[in-house]
């Protein structure tokens, strides 16, 4: 089914590339012999419809237009030759090696396959990879959130968005309205840096915190980014702002290393003091030591400690002690 | 890597890979092949199917001409699809945040490479630089630019390293003679893969948790049999004497499976995964069951549930 299906797009490709007039739907249809298997006009339709996305998802430039001489809603179709093309280049090996490591830091997120496709259409060009130029630094991005997707589309289409946020803490989560100015991955997690609509001034949001839909709200080329986005300093401005407050924590002696760390506290002592300025992130912390770690002050950390805790318990319900035989069986 | 290829990942394929035959008329099979990175059989269906297209009306004069019988490709009759096809949007931009990325990380690859791709792809994209703008990897993690430059040098000159490093499942600080084999960044993390010598195989430490790193005058070759992980695999190597355990991910908790590669996965409702996983000791996901509030669910086996349950009731007890 693959192969039949192959050559229909690959027939279709050449025949809107022969073409010096736009083609109507019926002259494709007379052109490409494998629409002829469709019964009917509707499966046709169909067909021809799922044919269209396959040829846009490729990057194939797909024109629509119409001629002067036929009704009013009869649509033609063709590609421009010069508008399909790769432009001339010519990239040498080393930095056809570059491309590759570059291609691959998408490998393990959901932009891994538009990653992987442009190092096949490069492959057009003849040149062989340097093997010698891969150095041993190796950077892989992934995109766990499930915003990812939507929000990566509308910055780079650059359309206003609106989504359910919850801020930091135990907040309700509000609607935003937001002009996405640019999206950024920094220590394995994203971040959208935009212009909110309702404080009237850019924000970071993390996409973690965003739930349910990203919705867009307007047309694509609507937002105006500036062109100097700084999102090195915007991240490290909002999201490891000095830490404005101090948590006292119990540590068992010689456990919590990475606190410890953090605090400069040294092994041994039992009460440690320690900046921070995101309430969840060092409760994820603390919660993560168990009965090794205890917070003393401030009450909000210490409740949200024991919101991770609780939700861990419960769900784990103790159950009577498991037999041998039980857990032989598992 | 004959996985099952879409008839979209198969066009594209041969929309490039015309032009190429096109302009190296004679080329053997085998040299095609390794160029597009599929087997010989592979590439013979790729000419039977070029065989079979053309024009429209497809009388013999309109079909492109295949010919490979002597081991050689000849190709002719293509001309409308003689030119490459360009990027897609996505596509090139996925090349140039790379690009970007890599320039930005500390000591990767040869930086002219590097300008010159840059420079060119730019220049052939188009609209796609601008909207690349839009999007930013960055690598930095606040590692301490000692032990990233003594680890990067100590690499280069194949020196071995003396580590002491922050095991984190277990909460103690080892020292290990390792031997560098790369450097990578995961989830925004610098990772050093390397032989280690006190556990005997290739380890991956997390240079944010290294404490020290002293460059030995030894040499650093790795031995001959220590071979680099498919970072694209796992980044946790099980052995079969591992646990193996069954784990439920919540919505915000499907990090897990990307960075823990479990060997089974089976979506559930409302955007939960269970998962299986094998993994020698337990205490990282101790961890992280607590940290993630339940969000991550030990399912089995029930010795691990109760440790989990015991962990969490002596937890909230301090709090009583």
């Not at chain 1, 867009?216 to 909002?238: C, Q």
């Not at chain 1, 060092?282 to 991770?308: C, K, Q, S, T, Y």
């Not at chain 2, 996925?94 to 420079?119: F, H, I, N």
């Not at chain 2, 601008?130 to 690499?155: I, K, M, P």
Request: glycine share 8%; aromatic share 6%.
């Amino acid at each position: 089914m693959s192969a039949r299906r192959t050559e229909r797009l690959l027939n279709l490709v050449i025949a809107l590339l022969a073409t010096r007039r736009w083609l109507t739907k019926e002259q494709i249809r007379q052109a490409v012999p494998q629409y002829a298997e469709n019964e009917s006009a509707e499966a046709f339709d169909r067909m021809f419809e799922r044919d269209k996305e396959a040829l846009r998802e490729l990057g194939v430039p797909l024109e629509t237009g119409t001629h002067s001489s036929w009704f009013d809603d009869e649509l033609g179709y063709r590609i421009d030759p010069d508008a399909y093309a790769l432009p001339e280049i010519s990239f040498t090996p080393p930095e056809l090696a570059m491309l590759g490591l570059a291609s691959r830091v998408w490998q393990q997120a959901s932009l891994a396959g538009p990653a992987s496709r442009a190092l096949v259409k490069l492959k057009a060009l003849g040149v062989e990879t340097d093997a010698a130029s891969l150095v041993g630094i190796e950077p892989r991005v992934s995109t766990n959130e499930p915003s990812f997707d939507r929000l990566y589309a509308a910055t780079r289409d650059r359309a206003p968005v609106a989504f359910s946020y919850r801020k930091g803490g135990r907040g309700e989560p509000a609607r935003r309205e937001v002009e996405p100015w640019k999206i950024s991955s920094w220590r394995g997690r994203w971040y959208l840096i935009g212009f909110d609509r309702d404080r009237e001034d850019s924000r970071v949001f993390r996409l973690s915190r965003i739930s349910g839909q990203v919705q867009r709200i307007g047309a694509p080329g609507t937002v105006e980014a500036p062109d100097d986005v700084d999102s090195h300093a915007m991240l490290r401005e909002v999201v490891v702002s000095t830490p404005d407050r101090t948590a006292r924590l119990r540590i068992e002696a010689h456990s919590g290393q990475v606190l410890r760390r953090r605090a400069g506290a040294p092994p041994h002592t039992g009460e440690v003091e320690v900046g921070f300025a995101d309430v969840d992130e060092l409760a994820e912390e603390v919660a993560a030591l168990g009965a090794r770690a205890e917070v003393l002050d401030p009450p909000d950390l210490r409740e949200a400690v024991i919101v991770l805790l609780k939700g861990a318990a419960a769900a784990h319900p103790v159950a009577p002690r498991a037999t041998e035989a039980a857990v032989r069986a598992e | 890597m004959s996985t099952q290829t879409s008839a979209a990942d198969r066009l594209s394929r041969l929309l490039a890979m015309v032009p190429y035959l096109l302009t190296r008329q004679g080329v053997p099979l085998a040299d095609a092949a390794r160029h597009f990175e599929i087997s010989e059989d592979e590439l013979v269906k790729d000419l039977e199917l070029l065989f079979v297209c053309g024009l429209p009306g497809h009388m013999p004069g309109d079909l492109i001409e295949a010919d490979w019988e002597s081991g050689k490709v000849y190709l002719d009759n293509a001309e409308t699809i003689a030119r490459p096809l360009r990027l897609g949007l996505d596509e090139a931009i996925t090349l140039l945040v790379g690009l970007r990325t890599l320039a930005a990380a500390p000591g990767a690859g040869d930086r002219d490479a590097l300008d010159g791709a840059l420079a060119k792809l730019t220049e052939a994209t188009g609209d796609a630089g601008r909207a690349a703008g839009a999007v930013a990897v960055d690598l930095d993690d606040g590692v301490d630019a000692l032990v990233l430059s003594t680890v990067r040098e100590a690499l280069a000159d194949r020196r071995r390293l003396h580590l002491r490093y922050l095991v984190p499942g277990r909460d103690e600080a080892t020292e290990r003679d390792v031997d560098p084999m790369r450097v990578v960044s995961l989830a925004g993390h610098w990772y050093l893969e390397g032989w280690c010598h006190r556990a005997d195989g290739v380890r991956l430490f997390r240079l944010g948790r290294v404490l020290a790193a002293h460059r030995l005058d030894e040499d650093g070759t790795p031995p001959p049999h220590a071979r680099s992980r498919d970072l694209d695999d796992q980044l946790f190597t099980p052995s079969p004497t591992d646990t193996l355990v069954t784990l439920d991910l919540g919505p915000r908790s499907q990090w897990v499976v990307d960075h823990y590669r479990p060997e089974h996965t089976e979506e559930l409702d409302d955007g939960w995964t269970r998962v299986r996983l094998r993994t020698a000791d337990t205490g990282w996901l101790r961890q992280l069951v607590l940290r993630s509030g339940g969000g991550v669910v030990v399912v089995g086996p029930p010795d691990v549930v109760a440790q989990v349950a015991h962990d969490a009731d002596l937890a909230l007890a301090r709090y009583a």
